[in-house]
Protein backbone atom coordinates (compact mmCIF):
# COMPACT_ATOMS: atom_id res chain seq x y z
CA UNK A 1 0.00 0.00 0.00
CA UNK A 2 0.89 3.04 -0.70
CA UNK A 3 2.34 4.69 2.84
CA UNK A 4 2.24 8.57 1.85
CA UNK A 5 -1.22 8.86 2.54
CA UNK A 6 0.02 8.65 5.98
CA UNK A 7 1.05 11.91 5.72
CA UNK A 8 -1.75 14.10 7.25
CA UNK A 9 -1.41 16.41 10.14
CA UNK A 10 -3.33 13.31 12.65
CA UNK A 11 -0.35 11.15 11.45
CA UNK A 12 2.13 13.07 13.38
CA UNK A 13 4.36 10.74 15.69
CA UNK A 14 2.70 13.53 17.95
CA UNK A 15 -0.31 12.98 17.64
CA UNK A 16 -0.12 9.23 17.58
CA UNK A 17 1.69 8.53 21.19
CA UNK A 18 -0.09 11.58 22.97
CA UNK A 19 -3.78 11.12 22.43
CA UNK A 20 -3.25 7.64 24.09
CA UNK A 21 -2.43 8.84 27.42
CA UNK A 22 -5.17 11.54 28.89
CA UNK A 23 -8.41 9.80 30.03
CA UNK A 24 -9.31 6.66 31.46
CA UNK A 25 -11.86 5.72 34.00
CA UNK A 26 -12.02 7.89 36.89
CA UNK A 27 -14.25 11.01 35.03
CA UNK A 28 -16.84 8.64 33.71
CA UNK A 29 -17.26 6.39 36.75
CA UNK A 30 -17.22 9.76 39.51
CA UNK A 31 -20.72 10.00 41.30
CA UNK A 32 -21.64 6.55 39.54
CA UNK A 33 -24.06 4.88 42.53
CA UNK A 34 -21.78 2.15 44.18
CA UNK A 35 -23.85 1.41 47.18
CA UNK A 36 -25.47 -1.80 45.96
CA UNK A 37 -23.62 -2.93 43.15
CA UNK A 38 -22.17 -5.60 45.51
CA UNK A 39 -25.47 -7.42 46.18
CA UNK A 40 -27.06 -6.84 42.07
CA UNK A 41 -23.54 -8.18 40.35
CA UNK A 42 -24.30 -11.11 41.57
CA UNK A 43 -27.59 -10.65 40.62
CA UNK A 44 -27.35 -11.61 36.43
CA UNK A 45 -27.44 -8.40 35.22
CA UNK A 46 -25.16 -8.44 32.15
CA UNK A 47 -22.46 -5.83 30.58
CA UNK A 48 -25.05 -5.11 27.76
CA UNK A 49 -23.71 -1.67 27.49
CA UNK A 50 -19.92 -2.75 27.03
CA UNK A 51 -21.12 -5.88 25.03
CA UNK A 52 -22.73 -3.36 22.35
CA UNK A 53 -19.99 -1.20 22.16
CA UNK A 54 -17.82 -4.20 20.98
CA UNK A 55 -19.64 -5.65 18.65
CA UNK A 56 -20.67 -2.21 17.53
CA UNK A 57 -17.01 -1.37 16.63
CA UNK A 58 -16.06 -4.49 15.13
CA UNK A 59 -19.13 -5.23 13.06
CA UNK A 60 -18.70 -1.93 11.51
CA UNK A 61 -15.06 -2.25 10.68
CA UNK A 62 -13.81 0.35 12.60
CA UNK A 63 -11.14 -1.76 14.17
CA UNK A 64 -10.08 -5.13 13.92
CA UNK A 65 -10.87 -6.74 16.98
CA UNK A 66 -12.07 -5.65 20.55
CA UNK A 67 -11.30 -7.33 23.62
CA UNK A 68 -12.81 -6.14 27.15
CA UNK A 69 -12.39 -8.10 30.68
CA UNK A 70 -14.27 -7.06 33.73
CA UNK A 71 -13.83 -8.87 36.93
CA UNK A 72 -14.93 -8.81 40.44
CA UNK A 73 -12.86 -9.20 43.38
CA UNK A 74 -10.54 -12.08 43.40
CA UNK A 75 -12.93 -13.60 41.46
CA UNK A 76 -12.01 -14.88 37.32
CA UNK A 77 -13.36 -12.23 34.91
CA UNK A 78 -15.97 -12.09 31.98
CA UNK A 79 -14.95 -11.92 29.00
CA UNK A 80 -16.23 -9.60 25.56
CA UNK A 81 -13.88 -10.68 22.67
CA UNK A 82 -15.05 -10.14 19.23
CA UNK A 83 -13.01 -9.66 16.06
CA UNK A 84 -10.12 -11.37 14.44
CA UNK A 85 -6.08 -10.18 14.74
CA UNK A 86 -6.42 -8.58 11.72
CA UNK A 87 -8.84 -6.95 9.36
CA UNK A 88 -9.25 -10.02 6.77
CA UNK A 89 -7.77 -12.31 9.26
CA UNK A 90 -8.89 -15.91 10.08
CA UNK A 91 -7.55 -16.30 13.98
CA UNK A 92 -9.73 -14.51 16.12
CA UNK A 93 -8.60 -12.30 19.48
CA UNK A 94 -9.54 -13.68 22.71
CA UNK A 95 -7.64 -12.94 26.24
CA UNK A 96 -4.56 -14.31 24.77
CA UNK A 97 -3.71 -11.88 21.94
CA UNK A 98 -1.30 -9.68 22.20
CA UNK A 99 -1.51 -5.77 21.79
CA UNK A 100 1.10 -2.79 22.24
CA UNK A 101 0.00 -1.48 25.40
CA UNK A 102 1.99 2.06 25.13
CA UNK A 103 0.88 4.22 28.23
CA UNK A 104 -0.78 1.33 29.98
CA UNK A 105 3.25 0.44 30.99
CA UNK A 106 3.07 3.62 33.19
CA UNK A 107 1.02 2.10 36.00
CA UNK A 108 3.23 -0.94 36.43
CA UNK A 109 6.63 1.57 35.96
CA UNK A 110 4.70 3.29 38.89
CA UNK A 111 3.75 0.40 41.06
CA UNK A 112 7.58 -1.12 40.89
CA UNK A 113 8.61 2.25 41.93
CA UNK A 114 6.07 1.42 44.75
CA UNK A 115 7.72 -1.50 45.79
CA UNK A 116 11.10 -0.12 46.22
CA UNK A 117 9.68 2.47 48.54
CA UNK A 118 7.69 -0.17 50.47
CA UNK A 119 11.31 -2.09 51.36
CA UNK A 120 13.33 1.06 52.10
CA UNK A 121 15.56 0.81 49.18
CA UNK A 122 13.71 4.25 47.60
CA UNK A 123 11.91 7.11 49.21
CA UNK A 124 8.96 9.15 47.96
CA UNK A 125 10.48 12.58 48.74
CA UNK A 126 13.86 11.61 48.10
CA UNK A 127 15.45 13.57 45.41
CA UNK A 128 16.77 11.23 42.30
CA UNK A 129 20.36 12.93 42.17
CA UNK A 130 20.91 10.95 45.05
CA UNK A 131 21.13 7.79 42.67
CA UNK A 132 21.14 9.90 39.63
CA UNK A 133 23.94 12.79 40.13
CA UNK A 134 23.74 14.39 36.89
CA UNK A 135 20.17 15.66 38.10
CA UNK A 136 21.95 17.50 41.28
CA UNK A 137 22.02 20.92 38.90
CA UNK A 138 18.91 21.28 36.67
CA UNK A 139 18.24 24.09 34.62
CA UNK A 140 14.65 24.99 33.71
CA UNK A 141 13.39 27.22 30.30
CA UNK A 142 12.68 30.63 31.36
CA UNK A 143 9.87 30.24 29.15
CA UNK A 144 8.11 27.35 28.48
CA UNK A 145 8.84 25.72 25.03
CA UNK A 146 10.82 28.66 24.49
CA UNK A 147 14.84 28.10 24.07
CA UNK A 148 16.78 25.82 25.39
CA UNK A 149 19.38 28.30 26.24
CA UNK A 150 17.59 30.80 28.19
CA UNK A 151 17.22 28.98 31.26
CA UNK A 152 17.46 29.78 35.32
CA UNK A 153 18.22 27.29 37.67
CA UNK A 154 15.45 24.82 39.24
CA UNK A 155 14.09 25.88 42.88
CA UNK A 156 13.97 22.51 44.00
CA UNK A 157 15.56 19.02 43.47
CA UNK A 158 13.44 16.12 41.08
CA UNK A 159 12.09 13.32 43.61
CA UNK A 160 10.86 9.96 43.17
CA UNK A 161 7.06 11.28 44.12
CA UNK A 162 7.43 14.28 41.10
CA UNK A 163 8.64 11.44 38.34
CA UNK A 164 5.85 9.14 39.45
CA UNK A 165 3.31 11.81 39.36
CA UNK A 166 4.44 13.64 36.05
CA UNK A 167 5.12 16.88 37.98
CA UNK A 168 9.02 16.91 37.58
CA UNK A 169 9.04 19.67 35.19
CA UNK A 170 10.26 17.08 32.71
CA UNK A 171 9.08 17.29 29.14
CA UNK A 172 7.76 14.92 26.25
CA UNK A 173 8.98 15.26 22.90
CA UNK A 174 4.79 13.71 22.14
CA UNK A 175 3.78 17.04 24.21
CA UNK A 176 6.08 20.11 23.93
CA UNK A 177 6.55 22.43 21.18
CA UNK A 178 9.85 24.54 19.84
CA UNK A 179 13.48 24.18 20.50
CA UNK A 180 13.00 21.46 23.59
CA UNK A 181 11.18 19.01 20.80
CA UNK A 182 14.22 19.40 18.52
CA UNK A 183 16.58 18.88 21.25
CA UNK A 184 14.91 15.85 22.65
CA UNK A 185 15.08 14.62 19.19
CA UNK A 186 18.42 15.45 18.26
CA UNK A 187 19.75 13.66 21.65
CA UNK A 188 17.55 10.20 21.07
CA UNK A 189 15.56 10.84 23.96
CA UNK A 190 12.11 9.14 21.82
CA UNK A 191 10.86 6.70 24.51
CA UNK A 192 8.23 4.93 22.41
CA UNK A 193 8.27 3.19 18.90
CA UNK A 194 5.13 2.82 16.22
CA UNK A 195 6.60 1.06 13.06
CA UNK A 196 9.14 -0.51 11.50
CA UNK A 197 7.69 1.21 7.83
CA UNK A 198 8.85 4.64 6.56
CA UNK A 199 5.50 6.59 7.49
CA UNK A 200 5.90 10.29 6.98
CA UNK A 201 5.11 12.58 9.63
CA UNK A 202 6.50 9.40 12.57
CA UNK A 203 10.00 10.92 12.16
CA UNK A 204 13.25 8.58 11.73
CA UNK A 205 15.21 10.04 14.89
CA UNK A 206 17.24 7.29 16.62
CA UNK A 207 16.57 6.04 19.88
CA UNK A 208 19.31 6.01 22.06
CA UNK A 209 20.88 2.97 23.04
CA UNK A 210 20.50 2.07 26.77
CA UNK A 211 18.41 3.44 29.70
CA UNK A 212 21.86 4.94 31.50
CA UNK A 213 22.62 6.96 28.19
CA UNK A 214 18.84 8.03 28.25
CA UNK A 215 19.21 9.25 31.78
CA UNK A 216 22.22 11.38 31.09
CA UNK A 217 21.19 13.12 28.02
CA UNK A 218 18.10 13.83 29.46
CA UNK A 219 19.90 15.54 32.42
CA UNK A 220 21.86 17.05 29.92
CA UNK A 221 18.53 19.32 28.76
CA UNK A 222 16.65 21.45 30.26
CA UNK A 223 12.89 21.27 32.22
CA UNK A 224 10.34 22.71 30.73
CA UNK A 225 8.83 23.71 33.97
CA UNK A 226 10.33 23.96 37.70
CA UNK A 227 9.62 20.43 39.59
CA UNK A 228 6.88 20.01 42.09
CA UNK A 229 4.94 23.45 40.49
CA UNK A 230 2.46 21.71 38.04
CA UNK A 231 1.16 18.26 36.47
CA UNK A 232 2.27 18.04 32.87
CA UNK A 233 2.70 14.98 30.66
CA UNK A 234 6.37 14.43 30.54
CA UNK A 235 9.14 11.16 30.27
CA UNK A 236 9.44 11.04 34.08
CA UNK A 237 8.31 7.49 33.87
CA UNK A 238 11.08 6.67 31.41
CA UNK A 239 13.19 8.19 33.85
CA UNK A 240 12.25 6.03 36.49
CA UNK A 241 13.13 3.08 34.99
CA UNK A 242 16.45 4.59 35.30
CA UNK A 243 15.84 5.41 38.87
CA UNK A 244 14.89 1.33 39.75
CA UNK A 245 17.46 -0.20 38.01
CA UNK A 246 20.30 2.06 40.10
CA UNK A 247 17.90 1.51 43.63
CA UNK A 248 17.37 -2.15 42.99
CA UNK A 249 20.85 -3.01 40.88
CA UNK A 250 19.14 -5.07 38.42
CA UNK A 251 18.20 -3.53 34.88
CA UNK A 252 14.86 -2.90 35.28
CA UNK A 253 13.26 -4.83 32.63
CA UNK A 254 14.26 -7.70 34.39
CA UNK A 255 13.41 -6.38 37.98
CA UNK A 256 10.00 -5.86 36.02
CA UNK A 257 10.14 -9.52 34.86
CA UNK A 258 11.39 -11.13 38.13
CA UNK A 259 10.02 -9.05 40.90
CA UNK A 260 6.25 -8.38 39.35
CA UNK A 261 5.65 -10.76 35.74
CA UNK A 262 6.73 -13.54 37.31
CA UNK A 263 5.07 -13.41 40.55
CA UNK A 264 1.53 -12.37 39.42
CA UNK A 265 1.74 -14.97 37.10
CA UNK A 266 2.19 -12.62 33.90
CA UNK A 267 3.01 -15.03 31.39
CA UNK A 268 2.18 -12.74 28.05
CA UNK A 269 4.23 -9.08 29.03
CA UNK A 270 7.44 -8.15 27.41
CA UNK A 271 9.38 -5.15 25.82
CA UNK A 272 9.30 -7.15 22.39
CA UNK A 273 7.53 -10.11 21.26
CA UNK A 274 9.11 -13.57 20.93
CA UNK A 275 9.22 -15.19 17.71
CA UNK A 276 7.19 -18.21 19.20
CA UNK A 277 4.25 -16.08 19.89
CA UNK A 278 4.08 -14.17 16.82
CA UNK A 279 0.72 -16.39 16.02
CA UNK A 280 -1.46 -14.05 18.60
CA UNK A 281 0.36 -10.54 17.72
CA UNK A 282 -2.27 -8.39 16.76
CA UNK A 283 -2.01 -5.92 13.84
CA UNK A 284 -1.83 -1.94 14.82
CA UNK A 285 -4.03 0.14 12.12
CA UNK A 286 -3.85 3.92 11.55
CA UNK A 287 -7.36 5.30 11.20
CA UNK A 288 -6.98 7.74 7.47
CA UNK A 289 -10.54 9.16 7.12
CA UNK A 290 -12.42 6.60 9.00
CA UNK A 291 -10.85 3.64 7.23
CA UNK A 292 -8.53 1.69 9.62
CA UNK A 293 -5.35 1.02 7.36
CA UNK A 294 -2.51 -1.39 8.53
CA UNK A 295 0.31 0.37 10.27
CA UNK A 296 2.41 -1.95 12.04
CA UNK A 297 1.49 -5.29 10.81
CA UNK A 298 2.25 -8.27 13.37
CA UNK A 299 4.29 -10.01 11.22
CA UNK A 300 6.78 -7.44 10.34
CA UNK A 301 6.04 -5.46 13.96
CA UNK A 302 8.49 -3.37 15.36
CA UNK A 303 8.10 -5.06 18.56
CA UNK A 304 9.62 -7.70 17.28
CA UNK A 305 12.73 -6.15 17.50
CA UNK A 306 14.59 -5.65 20.70
CA UNK A 307 13.83 -1.95 21.79
CA UNK A 308 16.89 0.59 22.04
CA UNK A 309 15.88 0.59 26.11
CA UNK A 310 13.05 -0.54 28.21
CA UNK A 311 10.83 2.22 27.82
CA UNK A 312 9.06 2.23 31.57
CA UNK A 313 6.68 4.88 29.75
CA UNK A 314 5.06 3.19 27.01
CA UNK A 315 7.18 0.02 26.12
CA UNK A 316 5.33 -3.29 26.67
CA UNK A 317 2.79 -5.75 24.88
CA UNK A 318 0.64 -7.41 27.02
CA UNK A 319 -2.41 -9.31 26.89
CA UNK A 320 -6.18 -8.65 28.20
CA UNK A 321 -5.20 -12.01 30.55
CA UNK A 322 -2.10 -10.46 31.61
CA UNK A 323 -3.26 -7.14 32.34
CA UNK A 324 -6.12 -8.75 34.22
CA UNK A 325 -3.85 -10.24 36.55
CA UNK A 326 -1.79 -6.81 37.14
CA UNK A 327 -5.02 -6.02 37.76
CA UNK A 328 -6.48 -8.26 40.22
CA UNK A 329 -3.02 -8.05 42.30
CA UNK A 330 -3.70 -4.61 42.48
CA UNK A 331 -7.12 -4.64 43.38
CA UNK A 332 -6.09 -7.75 45.90
CA UNK A 333 -3.55 -4.62 47.84
CA UNK A 334 -0.69 -6.65 46.15
CA UNK A 335 -2.24 -9.88 46.88
CA UNK A 336 -3.02 -12.27 44.06
CA UNK A 337 -3.98 -16.00 44.64
CA UNK A 338 -3.15 -16.27 47.96
CA UNK A 339 0.39 -15.04 46.96
CA UNK A 340 2.20 -11.45 47.69
CA UNK A 341 3.40 -9.96 45.17
CA UNK A 342 3.56 -6.00 46.43
CA UNK A 343 3.16 -4.89 49.68
CA UNK A 344 -0.30 -3.29 50.69
CA UNK A 345 0.69 -0.47 51.98
CA UNK A 346 2.68 0.47 48.39
CA UNK A 347 -0.65 -0.61 46.29
CA UNK A 348 -2.60 1.66 48.95
CA UNK A 349 -0.52 4.69 48.71
CA UNK A 350 0.14 4.37 45.02
CA UNK A 351 -3.65 4.27 43.81
CA UNK A 352 -4.32 6.84 45.73
CA UNK A 353 -3.59 10.96 45.02
CA UNK A 354 0.35 11.54 45.86
CA UNK A 355 0.10 14.57 43.87
CA UNK A 356 2.96 17.08 45.82
CA UNK A 357 1.45 19.98 47.44
CA UNK A 358 2.48 22.46 45.63
CA UNK A 359 1.63 21.49 42.25
CA UNK A 360 -1.30 22.45 40.29
CA UNK A 361 -3.22 20.42 38.23
CA UNK A 362 -5.13 23.87 36.46
CA UNK A 363 -5.17 23.82 32.73
CA UNK A 364 -4.08 20.16 32.07
CA UNK A 365 -5.88 16.58 31.35
CA UNK A 366 -6.36 15.76 34.52
CA UNK A 367 -7.94 19.00 36.34
CA UNK A 368 -9.96 18.55 39.33
CA UNK A 369 -8.57 15.36 40.04
CA UNK A 370 -5.83 13.66 41.31
CA UNK A 371 -2.45 11.20 40.45
CA UNK A 372 -1.24 8.12 41.70
CA UNK A 373 1.97 6.11 40.56
CA UNK A 374 2.13 6.30 37.04
CA UNK A 375 -2.01 6.64 36.58
CA UNK A 376 -5.10 8.87 37.13
CA UNK A 377 -6.75 8.75 40.41
CA UNK A 378 -10.77 9.90 40.90
CA UNK A 379 -13.34 8.48 42.74
CA UNK A 380 -11.77 5.69 43.86
CA UNK A 381 -10.52 4.70 40.58
CA UNK A 382 -6.78 4.27 39.24
CA UNK A 383 -6.01 3.32 35.99
CA UNK A 384 -4.57 5.07 32.86
CA UNK A 385 -4.92 4.65 28.66
CA UNK A 386 -2.72 3.80 25.95
CA UNK A 387 -2.30 5.31 22.46
CA UNK A 388 -3.42 2.46 20.51
CA UNK A 389 -6.64 2.63 21.78
CA UNK A 390 -6.36 0.54 25.17
CA UNK A 391 -7.64 1.43 28.58
CA UNK A 392 -7.52 0.12 31.96
CA UNK A 393 -8.89 0.30 35.25
CA UNK A 394 -9.66 -0.88 38.80
CA UNK A 395 -12.35 0.55 41.39
CA UNK A 396 -12.16 -0.21 45.09
CA UNK A 397 -15.57 1.30 45.83
CA UNK A 398 -17.16 -0.75 43.64
CA UNK A 399 -14.40 -4.25 43.39
CA UNK A 400 -14.27 -3.82 39.75
CA UNK A 401 -11.08 -4.28 37.44
CA UNK A 402 -11.93 -3.66 33.69
CA UNK A 403 -9.74 -3.30 30.74
CA UNK A 404 -10.35 -2.76 27.17
CA UNK A 405 -7.78 -4.04 24.23
CA UNK A 406 -7.92 -2.90 21.02
CA UNK A 407 -5.47 -1.30 17.97
CA UNK A 408 -5.69 1.85 16.00
CA UNK A 409 -3.65 5.22 16.26
CA UNK A 410 -4.44 8.07 16.88
CA UNK A 411 -6.42 7.37 19.75
CA UNK A 412 -8.83 10.42 19.59
CA UNK A 413 -9.64 8.68 15.90
CA UNK A 414 -12.57 6.97 18.12
CA UNK A 415 -13.83 8.22 21.44
CA UNK A 416 -13.28 4.67 22.65
CA UNK A 417 -11.08 6.20 25.64
CA UNK A 418 -14.16 7.83 27.11
CA UNK A 419 -16.65 5.44 25.64
CA UNK A 420 -15.37 2.47 27.57
CA UNK A 421 -15.59 4.08 31.11
CA UNK A 422 -19.03 5.07 30.24
CA UNK A 423 -20.16 1.59 28.99
CA UNK A 424 -18.85 -0.07 32.12
CA UNK A 425 -20.72 2.94 34.54
CA UNK A 426 -24.14 2.46 32.67
CA UNK A 427 -23.76 -1.33 33.22
CA UNK A 428 -23.01 -0.66 36.91
CA UNK A 429 -25.75 1.63 36.84
CA UNK A 430 -27.85 -0.85 35.63
CA UNK A 431 -27.04 -3.47 37.97
CA UNK A 432 -27.98 -1.20 40.69
CA UNK A 433 -30.83 -0.73 40.13
CA UNK A 434 -31.66 -4.21 39.78
CA UNK A 435 -30.72 -4.63 42.73
CA UNK A 436 -32.48 -2.30 44.46
Known amino acids: ???????????????LLRGGAWLTAGAALAGTPMGRVAMAREGGAAWQNVDAMVRKYVDERKVANMVATLGWGRKDPLTIARGTLALGGAVKADPDSLYRIYSMTKPITGMAAMML????????DQPIAELLPAYADMKVQKTYDGSVTDVVPAERPITVRQLLTHTAGLGYGIVQKGPITEAYAE?????????????PGLGRAKPVEGLDVF???LAKLPLVLQPGTKWSYSVSLDLLGRVIEVASGMAFDDFLRAQIFEPAGMTSTW???PQSEIGRFTTNYGILNGTPMPMDPAKASIYLDEPPFPFGGAGLVSSPRDYDRFLKMLLGY??????????ELAVRVGTSDILPETATTEGTWIEGQGFGAGGRVTDGSYGWGGAAGTVAF??????LRANLMTQYMPSEAYPIHEGFPKAVAADLAAMQGAGA
Do not use: C, H
Open 1 to 15: MAYREFATPNMSRRS
Open 117 to 124: IDEGRLRL
Open 187 to 199: QGLIPGQVSRLPI
Open 215 to 217: ADR
Open 271 to 273: FSV
Open 334 to 343: GMIEGKRVIG
Open 394 to 399: VNYKAG
